[in-house]
């Protein structure tokens, strides 16, 4: 089962701030928090990670709350094109390779 | 930029029939993997392989079998496909472990469909 807990749809307006929150009560110390998004009919995509560290990329911005057990993955300016489901996953490093994938949240933007 | 490519995005296939999904990346990446994707059950690992020749069973390998002969590319067997093998079949690959962000590229997927 996955590890992490995130709701599971949200709306937001094009051009605000889209806020995607994920639980990860569980994770342990040295388990990154890793964000990915699969549009409808492609592959996930890879946006962003952190251990501890807000991180920042051109994609998005990773904001983990001081004790790790959550996190929010920020898209600044949502468009139309952001519109597809986000997963939060939590990993070992030295895990077998695996990612735990759970149901993720559907982000729809909204014109 | 990292390309995972693979080699149908629809198949139709009868019931016993053998099936080869292929898949190539161009990153000179180590490790390759194949996930398939139901609705409700997210995405579950089937094979992973951290090196040519080399295999490792996932979460659900009962059914297929896999075959990494060259670095670049990663295939699924499916030897006698079944109906509940119907899914979106996902390929993806990533630098060895040494690398700490370990992010996965996926290729666009290959929908299955066993009748």
């Known amino acids: 089962d996955a590890k992490t807990t995130q709701p599971p749809s949200m709306d937001c307006a094009e051009g605000r701030a889209a806020n995607l929150p994920c639980n990860h009560s569980t994770i342990s110390g040295n388990e990154y928090v890793y964000w990915y998004r699969q549009i409808h009919s492609q592959g996930p995509q890879y946006i962003i990670h952190?251990?501890?560290?807000?991180e920042t990329n051109e994609m998005a911005s990773l904001i983990i709350t001081e004790d790790r057990k959550s996190s929010t993955l920020i898209l600044p300016h949502a468009t139309l094109r952001d519109t597809a489901v986000y997963y939060c996953i939590d990993t070992c490093m030295d895990s077998n390779y695996q990612l735990i994938w759970g149901a993720g949240t559907k982000l729809i933007i909204k014109p | 930029d990292v390309k995972v490519t693979q080699s149908s995005r629809y198949l139709v296939k009868r019931t016993g029939e053998k099936v080869f999904l292929e898949c190539v990346q161009d990153?000179?990446?180590?490790?390759m993997f194949w996930y398939r994707q139901d609705p409700g059950l997210g995405l579950r690992l089937i094979y992973f392989?951290?090196?040519?020749?080399?295999?490792e069973k996932g979460d659900i390998p009962e059914g297929y079998s896999v075959s990494r002969e060259k670095k670049e590319r990663f295939s699924l067997i499916l030897e006698s496909a079944s109906t509940n093998q119907t899914s979106m079949y996902l390929c993806a690959s990533s630098p060895p472990d040494r690398d700490p962000t370990g992010e996965l590229f996926f290729g666009e997927g290959s929908r299955l469909t066993v009748l």
């Open positions: 952190g251990l501890k560290n807000n």
């Open positions: 990153m000179d990446h180590e490790n």
């Open positions: 392989s951290y090196d040519v020749k080399m295999k």
